[in-house]
């Protein structure tokens, strides 16, 4: 038995399981069990009780008394380590949040590692710091490539250019050949690429035998994997299949042909999808496999027994000792704002749509702008609005594959997520493809509705709830199982959109928020934010109110396709 005088002047206790010295230690008045530390508790006013237990323990093990400095935390197998302090400048042009100067400073000690953090909190921003110092200071970490799920690889690249000086590049179809001067003569320092491109880009051959399966030594890679010294790979559990080609190629790329790189970063809030098998190729990507003992010691050390999961604890432990780290939102609750709103760059699925309906849309525009006569110019606004948003669901159904590779990517998470869109035909698209979701828009009664709203707040097995401009009132009660929201349009001003978000930021919400706000690169959306953030920036200068605001946002939308109408 070991007793630890804690600095709080309270004791721990703890001894292999004997049901005789677990009545002994039930005999102290005071006493509690601590199910995560598997230890008992014992107050300082307890110590003489304490000090007989002890005594009658002694007849059958050895007791050791210890204060809480003595102990050597490292000498625990199952030692968690704390999150070091960032002590080198970080030549970012944000300032880091505490937990996320953390993440980068974890992230330089580890070098080959998974950042574990929950969704929201930055697992972008923290991967693009670690690099980005690794590169100032040592040169190390470019060229950088990043493979990722398609919905995200223009965020991707926005991110790169907001936080640091370093140029990225979406690899596309034109870029197939070209690519690898962009890289060499220093005009672009991150490559990005979706996971679908990984063959495309980066695979000089396959050489599998007819009606065989593939093996990773049938694979003959591009010589251009070995320009790269770092390689990250975001939402990383999308390479967990060992048998699955796209992971075959992540492992490959990231291990190199003659140079290893010295930086891999899986990114992955849900690391473990289903069991611990699910590590296994995640692992070899960062070529952490062997700290674990290698693939065969792995499968019998940590997926054994029935339920082909064992020694967890051990898993645990030795995962953040040598290759991992995660905060929940909770757990940095302190340096979070109630609300974090964050722009989700993507491309659209129906340009050959949007282009003409775009083309139209501004054809409109320049007849409105030359029309003299006020009184006609007033009655086309009422048609340039209805044509703004026809054009904003267009670029909305565009972005309907993007959203839906996020959501399956999110739910994996196992939190519960509301998605807001404006109209109907989005609402519906979405069903197609998520027919288990609540449905909480105008088109519901208010016994409907609020059944939705119970079944997503109360119903552990409904995790998705899609609601619609017209479904947004009368919600009460989403906030109380649901800190996450997506947003696949947006009000035009910033009231109406603190109003949708306002849906889960209200009375009953334990978590911090966050919002997130999907664009369609090159389309309306991006004017329309503008719009947003001027509305709102005048608004809060003048009165801070941003309803005051009513210049039109036709006549905005004049300005912000000037070059286009003049063209």
């Not at 190390?140 to 907001?162: D, F, T």
Request: aromatic letters at 10%; one cysteine or more; a positive charge.
């Amino acid at each position: 038995m070991q007793i630890v005088l804690e600095n709080t002047g309270n004791f721990k206790v703890s001894f292999k399981y004997n049901p005789t010295l677990v009545n002994f230690i039930r005999q102290v008045p005071g006493r509690e069990f601590d199910p995560k530390q598997k230890v008992w508790k014992v107050p300082g006013s307890s110590k003489p009780d304490l000090i007989k237990v002890a005594e009658n323990v002694q007849n059958f093990q050895r007791v050791v008394w210890k204060k809480e400095e003595e102990i050597d935390p490292r000498s625990d197998k199952y030692f968690i380590p704390p999150m070091p302090e960032l002590t080198v400048p970080h030549g970012l042009k944000y300032e880091p949040k505490p937990y996320q100067a953390q993440g980068i400073a974890r992230g330089l000690e580890l070098k080959r590692y998974f950042n574990g953090d929950d969704p929201g909190l930055g697992k972008t921003f923290e991967t693009i710091g670690t690099v980005n110092i690794a590169h100032n200071l040592y040169r190390s970490s470019i060229p950088a490539l990043v493979a990722c799920p398609g919905s995200v690889k223009y965020h991707w690249q926005r991110e790169w250019s907001k936080f640091t000086d370093l140029k990225a590049l979406v690899l596309t179809d034109e870029l197939l050949d070209s690519w690898p001067y962009y890289v060499n003569s220093g005009l672009f320092h991150v490559i990005i690429v979706s996971f679908g491109s990984l063959q495309k880009y980066f695979v000089q051959t396959i050489r599998t035998a007819k009606g065989k399966p593939m093996l990773f030594q049938d694979i003959v890679f591009k010589p251009t994997i070995d320009l790269f010294k770092t390689v990250i790979i975001d939402e990383s559990h999308r390479c967990k299949e060992l048998t699955a080609q796209q992971t075959k190629f992540a492992i490959g790329i990231a291990n190199g042909i003659a140079k290893k790189k010295e930086w891999k970063i899986n990114l992955s809030g849900t690391p473990v999808v289903n069991l611990p098998k699910d590590l296994k190729a995640q692992l070899m990507i960062i070529d952490r496999l062997n700290d674990f003992g290698g693939s065969r010691y792995f499968d019998q050390r940590y997926c054994s027994g029935i339920n082909k999961a064992s020694n967890l604890r051990e898993l645990n432990a030795k995962l953040w000792q040598t290759c991992f780290f995660r905060r929940t939102k909770n757990e940095v609750r302190k340096d979070l704002p109630p609300v974090t709103r964050q722009i989700i760059s993507c491309d659209i699925s129906n340009k050959k749509e949007y282009t003409l309906a775009q083309k139209d849309f501004i054809n409109y525009l320049k007849l409105y702008k030359e029309e003299k006569d006020s009184k006609k110019q007033r009655s086309m606004r009422h048609v340039a609005r209805q044509k703004m948003n026809v054009l904003s669901t267009i670029a909305a159904k565009g972005k309907i594959k993007s959203i839906v590779e996020h959501v399956r990517d999110f739910q994996k998470s196992g939190k519960k997520l509301l998605i807001y869109a404006e109209n109907h035909v989005v609402v519906d698209m979405l069903l197609k493809y998520f027919p288990k979701a609540v449905c909480i828009t105008g088109r519901q009664t208010p016994e409907e509705k609020q059944f939705a709203v119970d079944s997503f707040s109360r119903n552990p097995k409904v995790t998705l709830a899609i609601m619609s401009e017209a479904g947004g009132t009368g919600t009460d009660g989403l906030q109380n199982q649901c800190s996450e929201i997506d947003l696949i349009q947006h009000p035009w001003h910033d009231a109406g959109l603190k109003q949708v978000i306002s849906r889960v930021d209200r009375g009953g919400q334990k978590e911090p928020v966050n919002a997130r706000i999907w664009q369609a690169i090159n389309t309306v959306d991006e004017k329309k934010w503008k719009i947003v953030e001027t509305k709102k920036n005048i608004a809060d200068s003048v009165t801070g109110d941003a309803d005051i605001v009513q210049e039109d946002i036709v006549d905005m939308m004049v300005e912000m396709f000037n070059d286009e109408i003049e063209g």
